[in-house]
C-alpha cells in the first residue's frame, strides 16, 4: 500500500479519438506529455498537469490520492478524507487495461462506488457535489482520487454564423492550438492566414494570447461576427503577411489551397517565408507536400501527422 505525497502527485488521463484523428491524437500527447506518452493505451500517467477541457480527445482527468494493490487497500485509506462539510460522489471510471474475462460490470462497478462513500466520513450527493471521486484499476493497482470529467467545450463552437465547408473542423482546429501552444504561460501566437477564425475561437477560448490576421477583407468580417458570437475578442487584421513587424513565440499558418485563395506555390512560399521571419515556432496546416519548401527556407521539422476527413486529407508540421 503507498500514500502519494505532494512530490510524487501524478494524473491519470483516459483519451478517445475517430480512427481518421488517431495520429492527430498521437501528436496532441507528445506534445503535452513528451516522451512518456505511450500511445499503445488509451490512458496515460502524468506528473504533468492538463486540463482535461483543453484536449478534444481527453475525456477525464483523475488527480492520483491514493493507490493500492487492491480495492480494500483503497477503502481503508478514504476514510482518512476531511471533507469540512463538503458533499461528495463517487465515479467509477471505465478505461482500463482490464482483459476481457476480467471486466468488472454494471452492476459490480456500482457496488465499489458504495463502499467506497460508506467509507468516507461525509454526505454523498450524486446531483450537484462540491467534489467528484474517481476510482479505476490500471495495471494491477487500484488508483483513488480527484475526478474530472471533460465537458467538451470546444463543441459549443461547430455552430458559427459563418463558416465554410473547407474550414478545419472545431475538433481539428482545437488540437492543432494544444500541439502549437501545450503550455500557454505567456506565449504569443499569430494566425496570419486565420479564415473566418476557427483556431482563434478555439485558442481564445483556453486563454491563449493570440491574434489574428487575412488578407481577405470579407473573411476577417466573418472572423470578427464569429468571435462576438461567442463573446470573445482579440486584434484581427485585414492585411499581408509581409505587413507584420511584431515577433511572435508561434504561428499556426493553415497554408491556403482552394482556388478563391490563389493557392499556387510561390504563395505558399511566400506565406512560409514570413511565417518563419515573425515566429519562433511554426504549426503548419497543408494539404500539399511543401517539405522542399521547408528545407530551403531552413526549417526543422519537429513532429508531423496527417489527418482525414473522407478523402481529404491535411498535413500537420511542427517546424522550428
Excluded at 494566425?191 to 490576421?213: F, H, K, Q, W, Y
Excluded at 519562433?280 to 521547408?294: F, P
Aim: with cysteine.
Amino acid at each position: 500500500m503507498k500514500i502519494l505525497s505532494q512530490q510524487q502527485q501524478l494524473f491519470i488521463y483516459t483519451y478517445g479519438c475517430r480512427p481518421e484523428e488517431t495520429e492527430l491524437f498521437h501528436l496532441e500527447a507528445r506534445s503535452f506529455f513528451g516522451d512518456d506518452y505511450n500511445s499503445n493505451e488509451p490512458y496515460m500517467i502524468s506528473p504533468i498537469e492538463i486540463d482535461p477541457d483543453r484536449s478534444p480527445f481527453m475525456r477525464e482527468r483523475l488527480e492520483i490520492l491514493y493507490e493500492g494493490e487492491k480495492l480494500s487497500d483503497i477503502i481503508a485509506q478514504v476514510e482518512q478524507l476531511e471533507l469540512n462539510n463538503q458533499t461528495f460522489k463517487i465515479t467509477y471510471i471505465k478505461t482500463n487495461d482490464l482483459k476481457d474475462s476480467s471486466k468488472i460490470d454494471y452492476d459490480e462497478r456500482r457496488n465499489i462506488e458504495r463502499q467506497l462513500g460508506m467509507a468516507i466520513d461525509g454526505e454523498a450527493d450524486m446531483r450537484v457535489p462540491n467534489i467528484e471521486y474517481g476510482i479505476v484499476t490500471l495495471g494491477g493497482r487500484w488508483y483513488f482520487g480527484i475526478y474530472i470529467k471533460s465537458k467538451a467545450i470546444w463543441l459549443q463552437h461547430m455552430h458559427k454564423p459563418k463558416s465554410y465547408s473547407i474550414a478545419l473542423s472545431t475538433r481539428v482546429a482545437r488540437a492543432i492550438t494544444n500541439i502549437a501552444v501545450p503550455d500557454i504561460e505567456e506565449l504569443t501566437v499569430i494566425d496570419p492566414c486565420c479564415g473566418i477564425g476557427t483556431v482563434l475561437v478555439e485558442a481564445l477560448s483556453m486563454n491563449v494570447d493570440i491574434v489574428g490576421r487575412d488578407i481577405n477583407h470579407f473573411v476577417v468580417r466573418g472572423t470578427r461576427e464569429n468571435l462576438k458570437h461567442f463573446n470573445m475578442e482579440t486584434d484581427v487584421v485585414c492585411g499581408d503577411i509581409a505587413e507584420v513587424t511584431e515577433h511572435y513565440d508561434v504561428a499556426i499558418l493553415d497554408l491556403p489551397y482552394n482556388h478563391f485563395s490563389h493557392a499556387t506555390e510561390e504563395n505558399q512560399f511566400y506565406l512560409l517565408k514570413h511565417a518563419r521571419r515573425i515566429a519562433n515556432k511554426l504549426v503548419i496546416v497543408s494539404v500539399a507536400d511543401i517539405d522542399h519548401m521547408l528545407n530551403e527556407l531552413g526549417f526543422t521539422i519537429v513532429d508531423r501527422c496527417t489527418t482525414r476527413k473522407g478523402n481529404f486529407i491535411r498535413q500537420i508540421i511542427v517546424c522550428r
